[in-house]
Each structure stands twice: as C-alpha cells, then as structure tokens.
C-alpha cells in the first residue's frame, strides 16, 4: 500500500523489503540465542558507562580495585536484611563487604563509613574486585530469584570452599538452589512456621535449650518435618503428642468489634476462654506475647493459641457483642 500510494518507491522500497525480510529470518534465532548473548554482554564493562548511575559505577570500581582483605564476608543486597548482618559483623568485628546496585544508597552509607560498593553480584568481574576467591562467606539478601541463583553459581564456581547463605522467598527454591551450590538456605515462609511453634512452647514454658534443639533439627533436615506436617502432626513430633489438641489461629478486628479500644486485660481472653495471645500484628508488624496493656484497634491481628473450643471461644469474645 505504501508503494501503491507513492510513499515508498525504487531504491528504498527494495531495501525495506531487504531488511523486513532479514528480520523475520534472524528474530526466532536472536530469541533463542539471547540468554548466551546476554552473558557475554556482562563481560564488557563498558556497558556500565551506558547504564543510569554510571558515576557511581565508575566511584566504586576504583575503591573495590584497592580492596585488602581476605576471610571476610561478602553481604550482597543492604535491605533490612543486610543491615542487620551487617551491624552484627561490625559489632563483632567480622571483616566485611557489601554489594548494592542502589547507587544513591551505596553513596549515603559510604559516607558514613559503610564497606559499601555498587555492583551487580551476578558478574563474574565485581566478584572478582570482591575478592570472592579469598571469602570465607556470601550471604545473598536480595528479592531477585534470576540474580540469586546466578550469584550462587558463578560464586561457587570462582570459590568452591566459599560458603554461601541464601534467603528466599518460596521453600520450592530450597531444592535447586542446594543444587546450584548454596550451603544454607533460609525460605521466609517456614522461618515463619518455626516463630509460630517457638512461641507456643515458650508460652508452656518449655526451656530454651530443647526449643533451640528443635528448631536446628528442622533446618538440618531441610524443613522436610514442616514440609510433611500438618499442625497436629507437628505438635506430635515436637513434644511426644502433649500438645496434639494445640491449635494456632488468627482473628482480625473489625471496626464492629466489641474489644475495640479495651485492653488485652479488660478484654480477659485467657481467664475467660482459657486460649492465649502468643502475637498481636498491627500495621505489617508483629509483636509477640503482647503487654496485657495494648489497646486493641481495628484492623489489629491477634494470633491466639489453645484447643479448637477454646479459640472458637476467644474468636467469639473478640467479635460477638453479646458474648463480650
């Protein structure tokens, strides 16, 4: 049509058809090759030039190029997870690095003295200006499952005697990210299940020796007894079928609540119900064994443990007026 209206005539018309036809033969190839193409892509390190934050790049491959330090840890990601550690290895006088790809972040913290570097961890060359061949540990806490599992890979295969500490999201990632070469894996969801259960026994005053040994023992097993477990179950292996009539469950207040605005004491769960408050969660935070002096607002959480009549009591108390 473009060439019936004049728009497109002699010389350029043939060259469009040359190139549009190019571009469909070469395109099923591109797809396919383009995992490997990306690959070599990261090798060429002025790509960064072209990347936003390449200030930063530069800043960071001149300070990490003079790096002196062997047997340290390497922390890859600076969210809430990694300033922890990462307060814990200053406190104890652990030596360590950091890697993040938050330039204004890697720039503030700098400042202050963090050892913080801009970098991708899944490049074989800033693991390099890392150090990672003379690391004693990587601890990965970053959200990206594709970088986390590349990390892993290429790590290990630049230091096999690193020993490598993955936090995921998802327990299904626990398998192949051990196959890839993590040594410690820590899924969200079951350290999750293990507080729960913690709770529970320190409420029956269980003491923290046999509730540190219980927990070690699932994470040896790779949360395989969790896995396989339903509540009752669970309980059984925990305390030899003591606490098989233990159940935990959550109620949350609505704005028609009765126990909106009265305390956890004025409220009476336990005396009157007989289950217990291990938690209360409030705005995305959780508290455990709560004060009996928390005022309770709607929209609150609140985690109660006892026997299915004793919760279906509770429950009743926390949204029945007339049984408050």
């Not at 036809?21 to 383009?34: A, D, E, N, R, Y």
């Not at 950091?98 to 913080?116: A, K, N, Q, T, Y």
Request: aromatic share 4%.
């Amino acid at each position: 049509e473009g060439k019936d209206a004049g728009l497109l005539t002699g010389e350029p018309y043939q060259v469009f058809l040359a190139v549009s036809g190019l571009t469909m033969l070469v395109t099923p190839f591109l797809i396919q090759w383009s995992p490997k193409l990306a690959r070599r892509a990261e090798a060429f390190q002025r790509l960064y030039h072209w990347l936003p934050g390449q200030t930063t790049a530069r800043v960071a491959t001149v300070t990490t190029r003079q790096l002196r330090i062997k047997d340290h840890v390497i922390v890859v990601g600076y969210g809430l997870n990694g300033r922890n550690l990462a307060r814990v290895l200053e406190e104890t006088e652990i030596p360590y690095v950091v890697l993040e790809l938050d330039g204004d972040l890697v720039r503030r913290e700098s400042r202050i003295g963090v050892p913080i570097h801009y970098g991708d961890a899944s490049n074989p060359s800033v693991l390099h200006r890392v150090r990672i061949e003379q690391a004693r540990v990587l601890v990965l806490a970053i959200s990206d499952p594709f970088a986390t599992r590349r990390t892993v890979q290429i790590a290990k295969g630049l230091n096999p005697q690193v020993h490598i500490v993955v936090r995921t999201r998802y327990l299904k990632e626990l398998e192949e990210l051990h196959q890839l070469g993590a040594d410690d894996v820590v899924p969200e969801e079951f350290e999750t299940s293990i507080e729960i259960f913690t709770l529970v026994l320190r409420t029956y005053k269980m003491p923290p020796e046999v509730i540190m040994q219980k927990a070690e023992q699932i994470r040896r097993e790779g949360y395989a007894v969790l896995r396989r477990s339903e509540l009752p179950e669970l309980a059984h292996h925990l305390r030899g079928g003591i606490l098989t009539d233990v159940e935990v469950e959550t109620c949350r207040i609505e704005p028609d609540s009765p126990a909106v605005g009265k305390t956890l004491a004025q409220v009476s769960i336990r005396p009157r119900t007989g289950a217990s408050v291990i938690a209360l969660t409030r705005n995305g935070m959780t508290e455990s064994n709560p004060s009996e002096k928390v005022h309770l607002e709607s929209g609150d959480v609140v985690v109660l443990m006892g026997t299915r009549d004793q919760i279906r009591r509770a429950v009743g108390l926390l949204t029945d007026s007339k049984m408050a």
